[in-house]
């Protein structure tokens, strides 16, 4: 493995491979064992897109591994004002031993591991989020035991979640169904290799994709960069939410997930979101795991 581009780049004994060494570190850190696994490694954080958990998880896991982290916001990289992606991978490449970028375009990120010579991160694009899915995986396997036979269902749009969640849950053994409307459907080329390698649902009827559900996921209608779809959306997506009256066609120990940021009332009820607090705050804090595990296997 040479960079984390997108999840479908790969095999599940790489992912589970992470999930294993995730699992090792939050061990480390609950028993106040620190170990400076990259110490004196640089990693450059690129966003071009706002991020809470994204930017806190990835500088302090650095600082915890012994590494150094340097925030680098668009706004004030010469990237922001024009200078090419691959003159900015060679010359990042000669400061910094990894970079993780936050982007609109995945052309971007792929340009980056092309041009440069350091180990890139997608930590998120349009199409893809690898490193959140790697932390749900790892939030579904604490709850649930393992993957095998489970179910999960997506409710909403057709978005880099849906895309990387889809790969992650078919990686890993378990059934996919996504409920969205028409035209808001994950990346078609996914969507093809999904049904070729595992059981996949696409479906405008919510509760069909709830039905019998073990692992419920869900995110916003609007995704960074959509502000001025956001009126469209809310009206094409209406339906399209996590609720106790659709919830009910699904298993009685259903978990449910929320990559975050979440709007309460929109893709989410308040009520839900509260009753599921404890796996969606855990899946957040998975981030720190996932990526530090992510991190030595690319930088050590
Ligand atoms: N889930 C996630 O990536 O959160 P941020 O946008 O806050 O980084
Ligand atoms: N789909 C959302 C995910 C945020 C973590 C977005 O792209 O804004």
């Not at 790489?14 to 170990?35: C, P, T, V, W, Y």
């Not at 120990?253 to 308040?270: K, N, Q, S, W, Y």
Request: aromatic share 8%.
């Amino acid at each position: 493995m040479k960079h984390l581009l997108k999840l479908s780049d790969l095999s599940r004994e790489e992912i589970l491979s992470i999930l294993n060494l995730a699992d090792q570190l939050k061990f480390e850190r609950n028993n106040g064992i620190q170990k400076d696994y990259l110490k004196g490694k640089k990693l450059g954080l690129i966003f071009q897109k706002a991020s809470t958990r994204t930017r806190v998880s990835f500088e302090v896991g650095m600082y915890e591994l012994g590494g150094y982290p340097l925030f680098l916001s668009s706004n004030d990289l010469q990237i922001g004002r024009g200078e090419p992606v691959q003159d900015t991978a060679r010359v990042l490449s000669r400061y910094l031993d990894g970079i993780m970028i936050r982007t609109f375009a995945q052309k971007e990120v792929e340009d980056l591991a092309k041009y440069g010579s350091i180990p890139i991160i997608n930590g998120l694009t349009d199409y893809a989020h690898p490193c959140q899915v790697l932390a749900d995986l790892m939030t579904i396997r604490e709850y649930k035991g393992s993957f095998k036979g489970l179910k999960m269902a997506f409710v909403g749009d057709g978005n880099n979640m849906a895309n990387s969640l889809m790969v992650g849950a078919i990686k890993m053994g378990m059934s996919f169904a996504i409920a969205c409307p028409n035209g808001y459907e994950p990346d078609a080329e996914l969507m093809k290799w999904a049904k070729e390698n595992g059981d996949l649902t696409i479906t405008t009827n919510v509760k069909e994709a709830l039905k019998d559900a073990d692992v419920v996921y869900t995110d916003v209608w609007a995704s960074m960069g959509q502000e001025g779809e956001k009126q469209k959306r809310e009206l094409a997506f209406a339906s399209y939410q996590v609720n106790k009256e659709n919830l009910s066609v699904s298993k009685q120990d259903v978990m449910i997930m929320h990559c975050l940021p979440a709007h309460r009332g929109e893709e989410i009820t308040a009520d839900v979101f509260e009753e599921h607090a404890n796996e969606i705050f855990d899946e957040a804090e998975n981030r720190l795991h996932a990526q530090k595990a992510v991190l030595i296997k690319l930088l050590k």
